[in-house]
């Protein structure tokens, strides 16, 4: 089955599943609105925009400074007097994509119904049920037409850069927002039927430290090399941290770590991963060393990189291989300048 076409909301793909209304807030308001964290202007809009269009049913809502937004339903009748409820969640995804030709700044997420029916996924990308269908299906209890739900105030909470670290909670304004409930419930746990009582934050480690550039790492005295780990399959750093896979930064750290006994490096760049949420798939490393070690660099590497794949590429206990793509590559490079082999290590 075919993904949305592009800007085009009416090819509904999801219109036969129930509960009716959370299925069609999520393709309609979610999925088809780009949303990576930091650039939620598109999805805030089209949250408020579904949030007048449901006035007349009692709903409202504000936002804050920050970009978070409150949609929020009065009581039932006769239920005024109960106290009110808040379900919280955030509107930002985890964007990361398989194929090349996705722009998750501009395209709606390509979902799809697997052939047996029972899963829904996107084409080539992350889905974005984390966390649109919590939020999904908190809107949709704003618009539940059956009488018997009674309920009081109801409150639906839904923040920015979750994903990239908590941001929009850090900035709430719960003044602005004009806050009621005194009892929260989060909508953006990992297993249907289950309530969690707890909480979970997130950290970021920002190294600055001074280095000195060698600039000779242009003469014949020195070879430069770019390594790379790549092909994993990745994740998310919190859904899938406990499963066994590779992380390409740390992988290639191990490469490198077993190169610095014995031979020094003088290193230029290090990259990896897309997301600070999310588990990397590749890393790079461009380095320089003396001519003379080339031959002691490719033998280290050659025999680490063998153990890794073995593992790697092993058959697990479950019968599962962990990283079948996974690749290991070391290819001579050209280099304007590296640090010291000192500062390196």
Not at 38 to 64: C, F, L, P, S, Y
Not at 198 to 226: I, N, W, Y
Not at 298 to 312: D, W
Request: aromatic letters at 4%; charged letters at 25%.
């Amino acid at each position: 089955m075919h993904g949305i076409p592009a800007g085009c909301i009416g090819a509904m793909i999801l219109e036969k599943l129930e509960p009716r209304h959370a299925w069609e807030i999520f393709e309609t308001v979610f999925a088809s609105t780009p949303r990576p964290s930091n650039h939620e202007e598109r999805i805030r809009a089209r949250i408020v925009d579904w949030a007048r269009q449901h006035a007349g049913k009692g709903i409202t809502h504000a936002m804050d400074k920050a970009g978070n937004v409150i949609v929020k339903k009065r009581a039932s009748p006769g239920c005024e007097g109960w106290p009110a409820v808040l379900l919280q969640g955030h509107m930002d995804m985890v964007c990361e994509a398989d194929r090349k030709d996705f722009d998750f700044m501009s395209q709606p997420i390509p979902l799809r119904i697997d052939p047996d029916g029972e899963w829904i996924s996107a084409d080539g990308t992350t889905l974005g049920a984390d966390n649109g269908i919590g939020a999904s299906i908190a809107l949709a209890l704003l618009i539940d037409d059956d009488p018997a739900f009674l309920h009081g105030p109801i409150e639906v909470l839904l923040t920015v850069a979750e994903e990239t670290g908590l941001d929009g909670a850090y900035q709430l304004d719960p003044a602005a927002l004009g806050i009621e409930s005194k009892h929260l419930i989060n909508v953006d746990s990992e297993e249907l039927g289950i309530i969690t009582i707890g909480s979970a934050g997130g950290g970021d480690v920002k190294l600055d430290t001074p280095v000195q550039h060698d600039p000779g790492v242009t003469d014949q005295r020195f070879s430069c090399f770019e390594l790379t780990v790549a092909g994993l399959r990745g994740g998310h750093s919190g859904v899938d941290i406990h499963l066994p896979r590779g992380n390409a930064i740390k992988i290639v750290a191990r490469l490198l770590a077993a190169v610095l006994p014995r031979v020094p490096l003088y290193l230029s760049e290090w990259e990896g991963g897309t997301r600070r949420n999310a588990i990397p798939r590749s890393s790079t490393a461009r380095f320089a060393v003396l001519s003379r070690e080339v031959e002691a660099l490719q033998g280290i590497i050659a025999a680490e990189s063998a153990s890794i794949e073995k593992y790697f590429k092993g058959i697990s206990s479950d019968g599962t291989v962990l990283e079948p793509g996974i690749t290991i590559s070391l290819e001579r490079i050209k280099m304007a300048r590296c640090t010291t082999a000192g500062k390196t290590a």
